[in-house]
């Protein structure tokens, strides 16, 4: 409800004057508001598709624009374009994974993250870069269909996630990584390699050698540092809050990095 203070008598000319800008301002952004809800919103509804595990997803251009006119921190940033020197290892597009086959197209070489888990990235390598240190990235942005195939192929929420639910790296908020060497471009020792899904990969486990436990250390208070929480069964596995609500994507790299630019 909006409540109007009548003007006084010895201003009431200035007043009244006051209360017209006022109402004028209140019906612009009134009009916007309507508008959004009555046009943006229900087009942007319409065109989300429902996967047979029931969640919805974008998966079209116009769509996807669409939320960022609501909200420009949804913006999907390919990360080499905002952190120069980053080092991609995209398990995913090759054999080189648990399920030992592709699940991305084999010449993808882009990745991406919402705009400000993104930027907060960026801080975490600058400050890394003041030690000689680098990062490596293993993955982020992953479509919701690669989600439903790693589920179909191993059902188990312990290593993949639930398609019911939809993932952090679904919303472009998840990314799995490590610390490198700047100088060699070698991974520093953390015990394991990427997707080990055995109890040495845990935060909580600590019978390993003093530099892996100072490693993993290193890694996770740069990135809790700058915004990031952890996943303690996944050394390398750190995501960005969903204080946005943040939509689930299926768009393709090729497409994604297309509407990036």
């Known amino acids: 409800m909006i409540t109007f203070i009548l003007p006084s008598p010895k201003n009431s000319a200035m007043d009244v004057f006051q209360i017209v800008k006022i109402a004028k301002r209140l019906h612009i952004a ?19 598709k429902t996967s ?12 996807y624009r669409q939320t960022l006119t609501l909200d420009s921190n949804k913006k999907m940033v390919e990360l080499k374009q905002l952190l120069p020197g980053l080092i991609y290892e995209l398990h995913y597009a090759t054999n080189g994974n648990f399920v030992k086959q592709p699940l991305y197209p084999t010449n993808t070489n882009h990745t991406f993250l919402r705009l400000p888990a993104a930027k907060a990235l960026q801080k975490v390598q600058t400050e890394l870069k003041q030690k000689g240190l ?18 179909e192929l191993i059902k188990d929420e312990r290593y993949v996630a639930n398609p019911a639910k939809g993932s ?7 990314v799995d990584l490590t610390i ?3 100088k060699t471009g070698v991974e520093l020792d953390m015990g394991t390699g990427f997707d080990n899904f055995t109890d040495t990969a845990h935060h909580s486990f600590t019978q390993l050698s003093t530099t892996v436990l100072q490693n993993r250390k290193l890694l996770k ?5 700058h915004g990031f929480n952890l996943l303690e069964t996944e050394w390398w596995h ?23 630019n």
Request: charged share 20%; hydrophobic share 45%; proline share 3%.
């Open 180 to 182: 490198v060497d700047l």
């Open 52 to 63: 047979s595990y029931g969640v919805r997803y974008i998966t079209s251009e116009k769509n």
């Open 238 to 260: 750190y995501y960005w809050p969903n204080d946005r609500n943040y939509e689930v994507l299926n768009l393709d790299f090729k497409k994604l990095k297309k509407f990036s």
């Open 134 to 151: 680098g990062l490596k990235i293993f993955d982020a942005y992953r479509p919701y269909s690669v989600t439903i195939k790693f589920w």
């Open 30 to 48: 009134i009009t916007a508001v309507l508008f959004f809800s009555l046009f943006v919103l229900p087009a942007c509804a319409q065109q989300l």
């Open 168 to 174: 952090g790296h679904n919303r472009g908020l998840a």
């Open 221 to 225: 208070e740069v990135m809790l540092k």
